[in-house]
Structures are given as C-alpha cells and as structure tokens.
C-alpha cells in the first residue's frame, strides 16, 4: 500500500516538474521554425526607407493611412513581430474561456505567418500553433506538452491562414508593395485587398475612419471548425483601434479583436491589447 502511494506520488511530483519546466516541444518547435524563417525570408532592403512614391499606385485610402500613421522614412521591414500578454480568448461558442498569451511573426518577402499560444487549463499547460508556410497553412493544439488535441490542415484551412496574414498587411507595409496583394478602391474610407499565393486566392475589406486608421477587416474567406468537425464558411472581422504613437513614431493600433459574425450574432473569440510591436530588417 506505502509503496504504491511513493509510485504515486513519484509520478504526480515527475508531471508537476514536467508542467513547470520552461521546455516544450511545441514550443521548441515555433522557435526553430522562426530561426529558419527570419534567415530565409530577409529582403534585401538593407538601408532603404519608405517613400510616398512607391505607394502611388495604390488606393487613396491606403497612401493616407501609410502617411499618416508615419511609415514614410522609415526603414522596410522583413517582417513583424506582435506580442499580446492575457488575451481574452474562447475555444468555440460554447467553449472554455481562456487567458492566454499569444506571439506571432509575419514575414513579407513570402506570405508566412507564425503565431504561437501560451495559457493553461485547470492549471494544465495548454499551448497552440497557427502556421503557414510555403502555402500550407494549419492549426494545431496541444495539452500537458504532449498530448495533440486537434490538429487541422487542409484546403480550408490554406485559405483561412491566408486570409489572416491578409488582415495584417498593413502592419508591416513591405508586404503592400510586394505583388501577390492587390487592392481595388470602393469608396473613400474603404478598399477591398486580394492576395493570391500557393494556388489560393483570399481577399477582403479595409475599413478605415476620417483619421485613416484602418478600424476594420472583414472578410467571407475564413472556414469557422463546427464541434463535429465540419468547417463552415462565416464573415469574419478583425477590429483595430486605440491607437498610439510608438517610440519609432509610428502610429500602431493598442487593441485587436477577432469576430466570428454569425447571422444571430456577433461572437469575440480574441479580444486582446497588443503588449508589443516590433520588426526585423
């Protein structure tokens, strides 16, 4: 009976060591896979600054909100890097809310896109990874380091991934100027943007205020996974504003929000204050 208890409790004390230790292959994953991006991806753009030339072929709305938020003269970025600290996130509709800490890297010489979640349920690590890469893109979850609890891949999900990383463009305006975005103007306050790359073309539209800062994506080419697993096409919205001058000058949004807009209502997924913003050249 003694010694089963000691095995017991050996065991339960080798989890809590295991859950606590900073190391996780998910986690180990993420790093490598940005390691390799960040050396493989770097435009060559050592030295070069933005001009207001280079964006006059694009809408009006889009020349004034790289103006305004300050781009111009300031160095071209090979990509961003966004860092939210406990974002208010749910697992579905009728999933458990969580807090979670969330950290993503966007790359423009190639539409890549890396994002790695960091949070715990019933005090169990809980850790996800959205990626897409060389046109393939994916989501992944993992419970307790090592447990996969869904690991979604597919043509939907190519897309979905690739609408995303087209939501975001405008935070690093290198990928505006490369040539698998185009943008068509609506109206003065609104453009509709499309990318094309790895065989799957997504688009959507920018939404901007009379200051023109960009206040909302939204778009009808990212699929939402049903709880039987089935993935349904929904409008889906991300939702910029409070924004604030950085120490850099550029004017950069604090707050983002990403929406599922079901036709009975609008369900925040990812209401999150964006801790940091920086960029690799």
Known sequence: MFVAIGILLIIFGAVMVWFNISYSPTKTAFKTDIKALTAENKLDTDGEVFSEEEFAHLPDAIRKYIKNSGYIGTPKMSYIKMEYRDVAFKQGRNGPDLKIDYTQYNFAAQPSRMAFIDSSMFGIPFEGYDY??????????????????????????????LATYLSESLFAPTMLLEDYISFEEISDYEVRATITYGGQTASGIFTFNDRY??????????????????????????????YKVSEQGIKQPSKLQAV???????FIYFDGEISSISYGY
């Not at 393939?136 to 979905?160: N, P, R, W, Y």
């Not at 994506?217 to 349904?232: Q, W």
């Not at 599922?260 to 609008?266: I, V």
């Open 132 to 161: 897409y890469q060389n046109g393939t893109g994916g989501m992944k979850g993992v419970l307790a380091k090592s447990v996969t609890l869904f690991d979604q891949t597919g043509e939907d999900m190519d897309k979905a991934c």
């Open 213 to 242: 800062e960009m206040v909302s994506f939204v778009t009808n080419d990212r699929a939402v996974t049903n709880t039987d697993g089935t993935m349904e096409y929904i409008p889906w919205s991300a939702l910029c504003s409070e």
């Open 260 to 266: 599922w807009n079901y036709p009975d209502g609008d």
